[in-house]
């Protein structure tokens, strides 16, 4: 059992300062551009370290700002300890966790080690099968067909065996072709990933996001998977057979002793596999990213053209939260997101991005931030930023979004990419990608260039500077919400209790600490919605609407209303 793996309960001594912190993510590519080439970078961060201290957030998780190729923006490292031209250099990522510990904000990295560039050195060495490298990745002879070694499909679409004539083999990638995946069966490579995590622990951050980490053992020999609704072969490769080996192992050599913050990123994780990871006789993780919620809206992996994005039910998002809540109360510890750089836009996706914008906007802060575990903001979600018109194909950069589309156009007999864009409007990686609008000048205030991705039309009324200075402000409110969070550990250890699980439109619950107790309740539609709580008595809290309901226990809330209640 590992130690200070000892995490849950809702005691005293089972505090830690990630669990009472909320993270705010920053996709450094978008975020802000100090020196005009259009795309993001460390100074235009620390640029606006003063924005994230007002909103008064403690964690700064940064998307990969090492060097890369950028096939994947920066999912796809080629130097572990190198910041990336565009981004600047070692010093200015120095001076970054610098202003940022001064504020008493902890800087958590990205850590992708399921893959690495075939950039990477590692890789470069291992195709040429030098010494000691041979095994870094996974090498295979092709089939006896001359095909790829085995069916597995890619998150990305596709294959993921692609051909290397250096080598004259195939190698692995669940992701794109220039994302090899690392042999973690290698004990080199493991060190090597150990050894590099220390020297970043050593340089002062609080901690690692870590990518697709229940990735990293694949089933040996590498078989055939069987053909279903999922990718094909995620039985092979989602929480293999050594990956709690690997993860406690990684524990020992990295993490054990040090007061970090871990939390895995996991498609295809249960409750159950969670508290393994998570919990008391787990791996030394402190929590995990699941994705159940993300699939809400469609199956999940493959891109299915008959799927109906606007559809989803507030009942099944209830019984999500209600298990997760429950399930996690006594053993391992929840991590709260809705969306992040490779989702849709939370407003558009689960709120109303027209006429209840801000209101809706409002209303997904105020479930985020009231909910038991730690709450993960993405930046441009504190001013209600929204998907995007993807008008061309051409507009697109996400590998992910485009290898999609091509695709689906090859398998339906597609030729025009307009049948699609409802479709990439929707569920575009993209769509959270755009540009964070800081003001309504030239490209929001973003660049003095030509930004890398295009920026959002709606800009000149949707940014930084105009919603904090508006009376109906989106951040004014976020920021609000965090004070409450910080002052009232009922938030954040409350024991949660769901009330009406079959309404279809209101979200409600309670959230208690010895004699604290809070309700909470979100119209989560665009029609006014009268509810019954049980509740005769209640002291307001918190409401996004200036004229909120309050006559407990009967509430007549407007569209996305949302109240906190002490009761
Ligand atoms: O994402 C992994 C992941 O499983 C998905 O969110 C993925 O983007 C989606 O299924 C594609 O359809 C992580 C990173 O967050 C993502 O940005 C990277 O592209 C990916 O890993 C590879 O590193």
Redo the contacts with the bound molecule.
């Keep these: 059992m590992n130690e200070s793996a000892q995490t849950p309960d809702r005691t005293s001594e089972d505090r830690t300062w990630w669990k009472e912190a909320v993270v705010y993510q920053i996709y450094p590519k978008s975020f802000n551009d100090s020196d005009g080439d259009g795309v993001g970078d460390i100074q235009g961060i620390i640029d606006r370290v003063d924005h994230l201290d007002d909103l008064g957030i403690d964690v700064v998780w940064l ?1 990969p700002v090492y060097a890369s190729p950028h096939a ?2 920066g ?2 490292i080629s130097d572990y300890r190198a910041i990336d031209d565009r981004f600047g250099d070692m010093s200015d990522w120095e001076r970054l966790r610098d202003e940022l510990h001064a504020r008493d904000i902890k800087v958590v990295m ?1 850590l ?1 080690v ?2 690495t560039s075939d950039e990477h050195e590692w890789f470069e060495k291992s195709r040429r099968r030098e010494d000691g490298y041979e095994d870094y990745y996974y090498w295979r002879d092709p089939a006896e067909d001359g095909g790829p070694p085995n069916n597995w499909e890619s ?3 596709g294959q993921t065996w692609s051909w290397d004539e250096e080598r004259q083999q195939y190698y692995l990638h ?3 072709e220039k ?1 090899p995946d690392l042999n973690w069966e290698n004990p080199q490579v493991r060190e090597d990933v150990y050894e590099m995590m220390n020297w970043w622990l050593e340089k002062g951050v609080d901690g690692f996001r870590m ?2 980490i229940n ?1 990293i053992s694949k089933t040996r020999g590498l078989p055939d998977g069987e053909e279903g609704d999922w990718q094909t072969g995620v039985e092979h490769f989602m929480n293999g057979p050594r990956i709690h080996e690997f993860l406690q192992e990684m524990y020992d050599e990295v993490l054990a002793g040090r007061d970090v913050m871990t939390v895995g ?1 996991m ?1 295809g994780v249960d409750i159950e596999e969670a508290k393994q990871y998570t919990g008391a006789d787990g791996d030394g993780l402190g929590m995990i990213f699941t ?1 159940e919620h ?1 699939n809400l809206d469609h199956d ?2 493959r ?1 299915d053209l008959h799927e109906d994005y606007e559809a989803w039910d507030l009942r099944d998002l209830k019984e999500f939260v209600g298990r997760w809540q429950r399930g996690l109360a006594e053993e391992g510890w929840n991590s709260n997101y809705l969306g ?4 849709p836009r939370i407003v558009s996706r689960f709120g109303d991005d027209g006429q209840y914008r801000v209101e809706s906007a409002k209303l997904l802060g105020t479930f985020l931030l009231t909910l038991s575990g730690t709450p993960y903001v993405y930046q441009g979600d504190e001013i209600g930023m929204t998907n995007v018109d993807w008008q061309h194909l051409g507009e697109v950069v996400d ?2 979004t485009i290898n ?1 589309v091509e695709l689906l156009m090859a398998e339906h007999d597609i030729d025009d990419y307009q049948e699609l864009r409802g479709f990439v409007n929707a569920r575009s ?1 993209d769509n959270a990608r755009t540009p964070v609008q800081w003001d309504d000048s030239d490209s929001a205030g973003f660049t003095d260039g030509k930004p890398w991705l295009k920026v959002n039309d709606n800009y000149t009324e949707i940014n930084v500077a105009a919603d904090r200075t508006a009376d109906d402000s989106v951040f004014e409110y976020y920021r609000d919400l965090v004070d409450l969070r910080n002052e009232r550990d009922v938030f954040v250890y409350g024991e949660f209790e769901m009330f009406l699980p079959d309404h279809e439109h209101v979200f409600a619950f309670t959230q208690s600490l010895d004699d604290e107790r809070v309700l909470v309740v979100l119209n989560f539609s665009d029609e006014p919605r009268t509810v019954d709580l049980g509740e005769s008595d209640g002291r307001l809290l918190v409401s996004n609407y200036d004229d909120p309901a309050t006559d407990l226990p009967t509430l007549t809330l407007a569209p996305f209303e949302a109240t906190v209640f002490e009761v």
């Design positions: 998307s994947d923006n999912y796809d990205d992708v399921n893959h998150f990305f679409g669940l992701f794109d994302q990518d697709v990735l990123e498609p994705f993300m999940g992996g891109w992040n750089h490779d989702q590998v992910d999609h990686r």
